[in-house]
C-alpha cells in the first residue's frame, strides 16, 4: 500500500519567506509526527498528533513554527518569517498507535522521505 | 545525560564480519525500543523491534538490558548493503496517555571488500 508521502521533496526560500510542507500519512494511521533533521545531526522531535487529541507540541522551536492537522489525516507545518537556522529535512511519520488513557507501547513509525529545507 | 546515547562511529569493517552497536537510554520508565536504519539522504527505515528477551532477525540480534538500560544490536556476515546508520529508538511517555519516540544520533556502519 502507499506509504507516507511530503511534498514538496525540495523547498529553496528566501530568509523572511513563509513556507508551508505538506504531510500525507499512511491511510488509518492516527498518530502522526513531525521531524527535523539538520546535516549530520540526529532527528529533532517537532509535535504530534493524535486523533482528535490536543497536539503535543513540546518540540517546536519557537512561534515561527506552527502546525496544522485536518481531518485526522493531511498535516501541513508552517515556518514563517524562515530564517537560516531552519535548514534541515523536515521528515513526518505516521503510526497505528492508539488514543486513549493507559501506557501504549509506541507503535512502528513509518517516515516519508522528507522535505529538504534551504534557506538562504 | 542525553536520553539516548550512542557511539557516532563510524565503524569500519570487512565483509563478512561480525559488528556491534550498544545504546544506552536515560528514562527507566521507556517500554518501546527499536533499532532503525537510515541510508545516506534518505528517511528512517525500521530495522528490528527489540524485546526484552532478545529478538533475532536472519544477520540481526538485538538485546535490552532494563537493569543498565541499553540496547545492542548484533549484525553478523555483514554485507556491503548494511552500510548505513543505525538509530537507537526509545520511546518517551510524558505521563498523557501516549508515547514518543526519541532517537539516538545513531551509528555509521560502514562495511568494506
Known amino acids: 500500500g502507499a506509504g507516507v508521502s511530503q511534498s514538496p521533496s525540495n523547498k529553496v526560500t528566501e530568509k523572511g519567506k513563509d513556507v508551508e510542507l505538506r504531510c500525507d500519512p499512511i491511510s488509518g494511521h492516527t498518530a502522526l509526527y513531525w521531524y527535523r533533521q539538520s546535516l549530520g545531526q540526529g532527528l529533532e522531535f517537532l509535535i504530534y498528533?493524535?486523533?482528535?487529541?490536543?497536539?503535543?507540541k513540546s518540540g517546536l522551536p519557537s512561534d515561527r513554527f506552527s502546525a496544522e492537522r485536518t481531518g485526522g489525516s493531511v498535516s501541513t507545518l508552517t515556518i514563517q518569517r524562515t530564517q537560516q537556522e531552519d535548514s534541515a529535512v523536515y521528515l513526518c511519520?505516521?503510526?497505528?498507535?492508539?488514543?486513549?488513557?493507559?501506557?501504549?507501547?509506541?507503535?512502528?513509525?513509518?517516515f516519508g522521505p522528507g522535505t529538504r529545507l534551504t534557506v538562504l | 545525560r542525553k536520553e539516548v546515547e550512542q557511539d557516532p562511529g563510524p565503524f569500519n569493517v570487512p565483509e563478512g564480519a561480525t559488528v556491534a552497536f550498544n545504546c544506552t537510554y536515560s528514562?527507566?520508565?521507556?517500554?518501546?525500543f527499536f533499532w532503525y536504519r537510515q541510508d545516506c539522504r534518505k528517511e528512517p527505515k525500521l530495522l528490528m523491534s527489540v524485546y526484552s528477551s532478545g529478538n533475532e532477525d536472519g544477520r540481526f540480534t538485538a538485546q535490552l538490558n532494563r537493569a543498565s538500560q541499553y540496547i545492542s544490536l548484533l549484525i553478523r556476515d555483514s554485507k556491503l548493503s548494511d552500510s548505513a546508520t543505525y538509530l537507537c529508538v526509545v520511546n518517551r511517555a510524558p505521563g498523557r496517555g501516549y508515547s514518543t519516540l526519541t532517537f539516538g544520533k545513531g551509528t555509521m556502519l560502514l562495511v568494506s571488500p
Open positions: 498528533f493524535q486523533g482528535n487529541s490536543a497536539p503535543d
Open positions: 511519520a505516521s503510526s497505528h498507535q492508539p488514543s486513549g488513557t493507559g501506557y501504549p507501547r509506541a507503535d512502528t513509525q513509518y
Open positions: 528514562n527507566s520508565a521507556s517500554q518501546s
